[in-house]
């Protein structure tokens, strides 16, 4: 049981380079998210879904974009890599909007240099 | 502005003395409390949570009490043990409103021996 599976686990990114975030999930969960954290931070959203072709802003979007072709796959876009993209990114899913069990991935930690 | 606070970013208890995480929040629409719990280099994962209309949920040695009037709510770890050693999130959603959960900064937790 595999659950919400994310790639790379460790990346180093350069300023202005670009990378996708891969974050794929087998519960046939509708809603998928992406949070970062930062040091001493708690958990901001980025970007979240609630289906197939339905993407939505969280919080902190700016920077970044996602797209949503299968129920199964969530992938985060960086265009422009920037220091302040320097972060713990976790992918997580749920059965529903305010579900109280998200299913979180175990991260991907991304240092933009 | 932060909808869920937890003040405390650390907190020390020797093992099998009860550990108590606190969590404040202002947005009084929330009407659903989660915990997480998150070791080093994995995502978080759900501990236990709380409906408004309730003021205690109890789940073997972890109990979260919700005192809706001081918009606060407290994790009890009865007894603690080494493996509780974690950092904790306090979250919360207003879950009528179908909206999103959002994420305290989180309280890093030791077990002394």
């Known amino acids: 049981n595999a659950g919400v599976t994310q790639t790379p686990k460790f990346r180093i990114l350069k300023i202005g380079q670009s990378m996708t975030l891969q974050c794929t999930q087998d519960?046939?969960?509708?809603?998928m998210y992406w949070y970062r954290q930062d040091p001493g931070m708690g958990l901001k959203l980025i970007y979240y879904?609630?289906?197939?072709?339905?993407?939505d802003k969280g919080e902190v979007p700016n920077g970044y974009n996602v797209s949503r072709s299968t129920t199964e796959d969530f992938p985060l876009r960086l265009e422009l890599a920037a220091p302040s993209q320097t972060s713990v990114y976790f992918c997580?899913?749920?059965?529903?909007?305010?579900?109280?069990?998200?299913?979180f991935g175990s991260g991907t930690q991304l240092s933009v240099l | 502005d932060q909808q869920v606070k937890q003040n405390s970013p650390s907190l020390s208890v020797q093992e099998g003395r009860i550990s108590i995480l606190n969590c404040d929040y202002t947005?009084?629409?929330?009407?659903?409390f989660l915990w997480y719990k998150k070791y080093p280099a994995e995502g978080p994962t759900f501990l236990i949570s709380?409906?408004?209309?309730?003021d205690k949920n109890e789940d073997g040695r972890f109990t979260v009490f919700l005192n809706k009037s001081a918009k606060h709510l407290s994790l009890h770890i009865v007894p603690s043990q080494p493996g509780d050693s974690a950092v904790y999130f306090c979250?919360?959603?207003?879950?009528?409103?179908?909206?999103?959960?959002?994420f305290g900064k989180g309280t890093r937790l030791h077990i002394l021996p």
């Open positions: 997580a899913s749920s059965s529903a909007l305010g579900d109280e069990k998200l299913f």
């Open positions: 519960m046939n969960h509708n809603y």
């Open positions: 879904s609630v289906g197939a072709g339905i993407t």
């Open positions: 947005n009084s629409m929330f009407d659903y």
């Open positions: 709380i409906s408004s209309i309730k």
């Open positions: 979250a919360a959603s207003a879950r009528s409103r179908d909206d999103k959960i959002i």
